[in-house]
């Protein structure tokens, strides 16, 4: 942001080498629309790589306590019980898959919670192998979406609900994905993205969406701790 705003200025002149002379040109201030779009790009790229990326550490912590204490169904949050048992019903139930765990079930080889689980745990697996789409949000991260996770893994406290809601954090979330979908799609021009924002509105979300972050990460690390905890 620094380098925006020493860029934005009016008496910015760039100097660079051209053979073994330097050279000096006076900034075209019409270049900032595409940089300030550029910033909101990039703001957006971070807001999903680090959802995704937490998104990955609750799995693998799940995962990695499920095959430590073979987890059962009821050691887990009642919203996320219910999403897995709506996958399964879903997805699993006429699978062959099915047949052949039911029959490892009949048996004696395994339960019924850890075939339940056990399809769960395989379909997140694919879930964050996803190199070309970050296949929990799907272009779509803002408060609303991380808060319907929050819901489900149970981290949605009173921290939660605080730290979201200070300083219009909410809002600079929506702001930037809104902006990220107008420009990737073309709804909006980079110059005229340019036109329409200031760098003090632009500075004023990427504080926002830094601090909700922070905050949301040091949430959910409490999170994976405690559960961790409960499971020793």
Not at 180 to 196: C, E, I, M, P
Request: hydrophobic fraction near 35%.
């Amino acid at each position: 942001m620094v380098f925006l705003k020493k860029l934005d200025d009016n008496g910015t002149v760039i100097v660079y080498n051209k053979g073994s002379q330097k050279k000096s040109q006076r900034l075209n201030r019409q270049v900032m629309g595409p940089l300030k779009a550029g910033t909101a790009l990039l703001l957006y790229n971070f807001m999903e790589s680090v959802s995704c990326a937490m998104m990955r550490d609750i799995y693998s912590n799940l995962s990695d306590k499920h095959q430590q204490y073979q987890l059962k169904l009821s050691d887990i949050h009642v919203n996320l019980r219910d999403k897995i048992l709506s996958y399964f019903h879903t997805t699993v139930s006429s699978s062959d898959a099915l047949q052949r765990s039911l029959s490892d079930y009949i048996s004696g080889k395994t339960t019924i919670d850890e075939i339940i689980l056990a399809s769960w745990f395989e379909q997140q697996a694919e879930l964050s192998k996803s190199d070309t789409t970050p296949s929990w949000f799907n272009g779509n991260v803002d408060v609303e979406k991380i808060t319907k996770i929050a819901k489900k893994y149970n981290f949605n406290n009173p921290s939660y609900e605080k730290m979201k809601n200070r300083n219009k954090r909410a809002s600079s979330l929506v702001n930037i994905k809104n902006s990220r979908n107008k420009l990737a799609h073309g709804a909006q021009t980079f110059s005229d993205y340019g036109n329409t924002k200031t760098l003090t509105e632009i500075e004023a979300d990427f504080k926002n969406i830094l601090a909700f972050f922070h905050g949301l990460l040091g949430i959910v690390n409490h999170y994976i701790e405690t559960f961790a905890q409960r499971h020793k």
